[in-house]
């Protein structure tokens, strides 16, 4: 009987999370000679932006406005619909989607560990 190789088939989510929130800004722009229509929907994308941070709250539509992209996809908040809020250690941070979550959770760990770590290297000998 074969072993489902469960670590695998758990990466292969999370990676196909982070790529399909990351897809979209990854289109080949038009490359020159079709300015009117990108800057038609580029109106429309920052109208949808718009919508979308005006359903969150005012204080958490400001630290959005503020924040402007998503530390993790990159992408503007609001361009994936209304943004996802994640508490990092008591600080609000907005992402694009719920798929940039558990990345953002990983940064914040892995920075926190590193910021924790005691630096060796700068430790004075004293043996
Ligand atoms: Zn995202």
Do not use: H, W, Y
């Amino acid at each position: 009987m074969p072993r489902l190789p469960l670590l695998t088939l758990c990466c292969a989510t999370l990676l196909s999370l982070a790529v399909g929130c990351a897809d979209p800004s990854n289109a080949p722009a038009p490359a020159g000679g079709a300015s009117a229509p990108a800057a038609a929907s580029a109106d429309k994308e920052a109208a949808a932006i718009q919508e979308a941070l005006a359903q969150l709250p005012e204080e958490d539509r400001k630290i959005a406005e503020a924040q402007k992209t998503c530390p993790i996809g990159k992408d503007l908040l609001g361009s994936m619909g209304v943004p996802v809020k994640v508490d990092v250690d008591g600080k609000p941070v907005f992402i694009c989607c719920e798929g940039c979550r558990t990345a953002l959770l990983a940064k914040a760990e892995k920075e926190k560990a590193a910021a924790a770590a005691p630096a060796e290297e700068s430790k004075p000998t004293q043996n």
